[in-house]
Each structure stands twice: as C-alpha cells, then as structure tokens.
C-alpha cells in the first residue's frame, strides 16, 4: 500500500478561511460545520471491504486527517458515512439517497461510452438499434433488460469504476475515479441528461488528481480571504 499522503494543517486552514470568508460577507455564525469528521483507518477500511475496492491513497489519507466531507471545490464535497449498517456517500446530509459506487470495472472516459454500451447490448443477446442524440442506447437497455432495470443499469454502467464526490451546484456533479488506469482522477459532470465526464485540469494542463484539485481550490480561497485570514 502507499504511503500516507501528508494533509497537515489542511484541515485547519479549510476552518480558517471559512470563518474569514464568514467575517468578510457578515454572515451570522454557521449552525453546520465546515468539515465533517475523520473517519478512522479501521471505518475507511470496512467502507472499502464494502465497496469492494481500495479508495485512491490521497483521499484515503484525506479521510483520515482532514474530513469524511465537508467544504471543498465548487461547493461541498458529498460526505462518506454509515447509515443503518451501510456505507454511502452523501450529499448535505441527504440520510435518504445515498451514493454507492459500482466497482465491478474500470471507469468508462466518455469517448468511449457508446463501444461500452454496444458490447453490454451484445452480451445480452441484443444488437444495438439507433443511437439517440441525448440518450445514446437507453431505449435498447430497457427493451433488452426492462424499463426500470434497464435505465438502473445503463446509469450504473456510466459511473461504474468512479464516486460521486462533490456537489457543484445545479445539477452538475464532481467524480473521482477508483477503477481503472485513470484511478485518482477527478472528473466534472454538466447537468445535461447525458453529459461527458470532462478532467478537471491545473494551470499547466495536467489533469487533476485529488489533492491538486483541493488544495488548488484551497490556495485560491486563501488568495481572496488573505486580509481577512490576516485579521484571525
């Protein structure tokens, strides 16, 4: 397994610009907190026994040192827990909807979604008809594996090998790849029916890996708040 990555005083200074940016706006005092607790190595590990796979090290030693969710880019990053026995990730709290992760295979790229699609039709006895617009072969998975399970299915298939993990707002959604050569990837999501999975990238047009995408996002709120964060 791979080292730890080192989060020190991260945790501390997402706490810090937060309440700067609260003292800049004049918000009254936040009734949620700005990170959720750290899960300890024996709860990461019964999470990833669950989801039958190894999380990426970088967020496995975020978990752990920094928060199991909590403020992050965009808006909030969802929030790994355990409800009634289970594991899940979680947007605001939302205990109802919970996101668990296929991890039976690597991650889809967009480019090659629909060869995905056509292969899963064939293997199922069927050949592909006419590929939608928005929806790609959603109509040949529901007449190959019924309506309900077939939408199931196709849906799953999309985000298979990667989590839900950041709410940007409006529908649009942050991915971080756990299966597949891309693993430690983050990935943005539009809010269109069938969007692609774009790389997030840095300012010299590497892809993001969690942490690049987090602490870029930190240093740059640290950037705005640097009087308030002067004042603390």
Same mark, same amino acid.
């Given at each position: 397994?791979?080292? /730890?990555?080192? %989060?020190?005083?991260?945790?501390?200074?997402?706490?810090?610009?937060?309440?700067?940016?609260?003292?800049?706006?004049? %918000?009254? =005092?936040?009734?949620?907190?700005?990170?959720?607790?750290?899960?300890?190595?024996?709860?990461?590990?019964?999470?990833?026994? $669950?989801?039958?796979?190894?999380? #990426?090290?970088? &967020? !496995?030693?975020?978990?752990? $040192?920094?928060?199991?969710?909590?403020?992050? =880019?965009?808006?909030?990053? *969802? *929030?790994? @827990?355990?409800?009634?026995?289970?594991?899940?990730?979680?947007?605001?709290?939302?205990?109802?909807? =919970?996101?668990? #992760?296929? *991890?039976?295979? =690597?991650?889809?790229?967009?480019?090659? %979604?629909?060869?995905?699609?056509?292969?899963?039709? !064939?293997?199922? +006895?069927?050949? /592909?008809?006419? !590929?939608?617009?928005?929806?790609?072969?959603?109509?040949?998975?529901?007449?190959?594996?019924?309506?309900?399970?077939?939408?199931?299915?196709?849906?799953?298939? !999309?985000?298979?090998?990667?989590? &839900?993990?950041?709410?940007?707002?409006?529908?649009?959604? +942050?991915?971080?790849?756990?299966?597949?050569?891309?693993?430690?990837?983050?990935?943005?999501?539009?809010?269109?029916?069938? /969007? #692609?999975?774009? /790389? &997030?990238?840095?300012?010299?047009?590497?892809?993001? *890996?969690? @942490?690049?995408? &987090?602490?870029?996002?930190?240093?740059?709120?640290?950037?705005?708040?640097?009087?308030?964060?002067?004042?603390?």
């Amino acid at each position: 397994m791979d080292e /730890p990555t080192d %989060w020190s005083g991260v945790r501390d200074r997402v706490v810090a610009v937060a309440l700067a940016e609260a003292r800049a706006r004049r %918000w009254p =005092p936040s009734q949620v907190p700005v990170l959720s607790p750290v899960l300890s190595a024996d709860e990461i590990a019964e999470a990833e026994a $669950q989801f039958g796979v190894a999380l #990426p090290e970088e &967020y !496995r030693s975020f978990l752990s $040192q920094v928060g199991a969710g909590g403020q992050g =880019p965009k808006i909030l990053l *969802t *929030t790994l @827990r355990k409800i009634e026995g289970k594991w899940g990730w979680f947007s605001e709290d939302d205990e109802r909807h =919970p996101f668990t #992760p296929d *991890t039976s295979g =690597p991650f889809i790229e967009s480019r090659d %979604w629909v060869d995905a699609q056509v292969a899963a039709l !064939r293997a199922a +006895g069927r050949e /592909p008809t006419v !590929r939608d617009d928005e929806t790609d072969y959603l109509d040949d998975y529901q007449s190959a594996f019924g309506e309900v399970d077939g939408e199931e299915l196709w849906y799953r298939q !999309r985000s298979r090998g990667a989590v &839900y993990i950041s709410d940007n707002g409006c529908g649009m959604t +942050g991915w971080l790849i756990v299966v597949g050569p891309h693993r430690g990837e983050v990935r943005d999501r539009d809010c269109d029916l069938n /969007p #692609p999975f774009e /790389p &997030y990238f840095d300012a010299r047009g590497d892809r993001h *890996t969690f @942490r690049s995408w &987090y602490v870029e996002w930190l240093e740059r709120r640290e950037a705005e708040f640097a009087q308030d964060l002067a004042l603390s």
